[in-house]
């Protein structure tokens, strides 16, 4: 059905400016931000991508092919970086890490748009409270790859007392490869010489995370 076939006090603008955002459908608000008249094809676009995760990370000519034109796909590929700005900002303020999981939640939305392997750090002071997070490296994680010294550069820079590094698995499986856990174990040993403690490595995979930590894995020894 398209919006204008619609009684106004129905149209998604009317209600959302009567009841707030929040009674409205996925369909409707994908409507909004994007400009598409016709509620079937935001349903059908949500539906071909699985959702607002899914079009974050989709290409923009993908997007402008399923949603109408290249405008309405840069609006809505907009909104969505406002959303996820929005999100990370809520954990900017300095927040104390008390748990694996309290860190996931921002690694989470650092990486939902990510298809391919990206390596964070988080920067720790003496009270556990977060400095900064830094993207430390792009591509496969392993340690053919990755040089150990850049994992600690901006957290030494800035004078942090410990870091939790987490990378993502594009996949939906956060199973620690054995790559995974022997770049773990160098990370630490290198932390132990810098006199910086690495709390924990973190794999996340969609909503769920795995903390090698927990698990002993390049911890242990």
Same mark, same amino acid.
């Given at each position: @059905?398209?919006?204008?076939?619609?009684?106004?006090?129905?149209?998604?603008?009317?209600?959302?400016?009567?009841?707030?955002?929040?009674?409205?459908?996925? /369909?409707?608000?994908?409507?909004?931000?994007?400009?598409?008249?016709?509620?079937?094809?935001?349903?059908?676009?949500?539906?071909?991508?699985?959702?607002?995760?899914?079009?974050?990370?989709?290409?923009?000519?993908?997007? /402008?092919?399923?949603?109408?034109?290249?405008?309405?796909? /840069?609006?809505?590929?907009?909104?969505?970086?406002?959303?996820?700005?929005?999100?990370?900002?809520?954990?900017?303020?300095?927040?104390?890490?008390?748990?694996?999981?309290?860190?996931?939640?921002?690694? @989470?939305?650092?990486?939902?748009?990510?298809?391919?392997?990206?390596?964070?750090?988080?920067?720790?002071?003496?009270? &556990?409270?977060?400095?900064? #997070?830094?993207?430390?490296?792009?591509?496969?994680? &392993?340690?053919? @790859?990755?040089?150990?010294?850049?994992?600690?550069?901006?957290?030494?820079?800035?004078? /942090?007392?410990?870091?939790?590094?987490?990378?993502?698995?594009?996949? %939906?499986?956060?199973?620690? %490869?054995?790559?995974?856990?022997? #770049?773990?174990?160098?990370?630490?040993?290198?932390?132990?010489?810098?006199?910086?403690?690495?709390?924990?490595?973190?794999?996340?995979?969609? &909503?769920?995370?795995? %903390?090698?930590?927990?698990?002993? @894995?390049?911890?242990?020894?």
């Amino acid at each position: @059905m398209r919006i204008r076939e619609l009684p106004l006090h129905e149209r998604p603008a009317s209600r959302i400016a009567d009841r707030g955002p929040d009674v409205l459908s996925d /369909a409707e608000l994908l409507a909004l931000v994007s400009g598409q008249q016709d509620l079937g094809v935001c349903a059908q676009c949500l539906s071909d991508y699985h959702g607002w995760i899914g079009l974050l990370r989709a290409d923009i000519r993908a997007v /402008a092919a399923s949603i109408g034109t290249p405008r309405k796909a /840069a609006s809505l590929k907009a909104a969505l970086e406002i959303g996820r700005r929005l999100a990370i900002a809520g954990y900017e303020d300095r927040f104390q890490v008390k748990s694996p999981a309290d860190v996931a939640k921002l690694f @989470m939305v650092e990486m939902m748009a990510l298809d391919q392997e990206v390596l964070w750090v988080a920067a720790l002071d003496t009270k &556990n409270k977060l400095i900064k #997070v830094a993207k430390v490296y792009h591509g496969s994680v &392993n340690t053919a @790859m990755i040089r150990v010294g850049e994992v600690f550069k901006e957290a030494l820079r800035l004078n /942090a007392t410990s870091v939790i590094v987490a990378h993502n698995h594009p996949s %939906s499986d956060p199973t620690p %490869s054995p790559e995974d856990i022997l #770049v773990t174990r160098q990370i630490v040993e290198a932390g132990k010489l810098l006199d910086v403690e690495v709390l924990d490595h973190l794999i996340l995979a969609g &909503n769920r995370y795995i %903390s090698l930590r927990e698990r002993g @894995m390049g911890f242990s020894g």
